[in-house]
């Protein structure tokens, strides 16, 4: 059994800063790609950031610059640093794991149960 996760989240004024923790558990021979997502009242789940294996990052072209994506193999953690933060980034933040539980079962997503950011004054 696999388990995602987050902490971090709240309420924080607009240009301000949170950094989102999503640590993973459970039964896991390789993690590929963890990285966060995120949905707004109303909206559609969309990509944040992702970082795969070997550290190679990506953003949305609405965050990048402003958030940084990390991940900390050994503790099969990933970080998500987020500055100069605004209205519109207010949504239930997600962590994402794409993985292998054991060496011969089939990579898969999986999903933490999500975290509030609310930027607001």
């Known amino acids: 059994q696999v388990q ?5 989240g709240g309420l924080v004024q607009p240009g301000g800063s949170l950094r989102l923790s999503c640590a993973a558990s459970g039964r896991i021979f390789m993690i590929y790609t963890m990285g966060w997502y995120r949905q ?7 990509l944040v950031a992702t ?3 070997g550290a190679t990052t990506n953003y949305a ?12 193999a050994a503790k099969n953690t990933v970080y998500l640093r987020m500055n100069s933060l605004k209205p519109e ?4 933040y997600y962590c994402n794991a794409d993985l292998s539980p054991t060496s011969y079962a089939p990579r ?8 509030q950011v609310t930027v607001s004054s």
């Open 108 to 115: 898969r997503d999986y999903w933490g149960q999500g975290t």
């Open 89 to 92: 980034d207010t949504a239930v």
């Open 4 to 8: 995602l996760v987050e902490s971090g």
């Open 51 to 53: 970082v795969h294996n």
């Open 61 to 72: 072209d609405s965050v990048r610059g402003r958030f940084t994506i990390s991940r900390d």
């Open 40 to 46: 707004a009242p109303g909206k559609q789940r969309e």
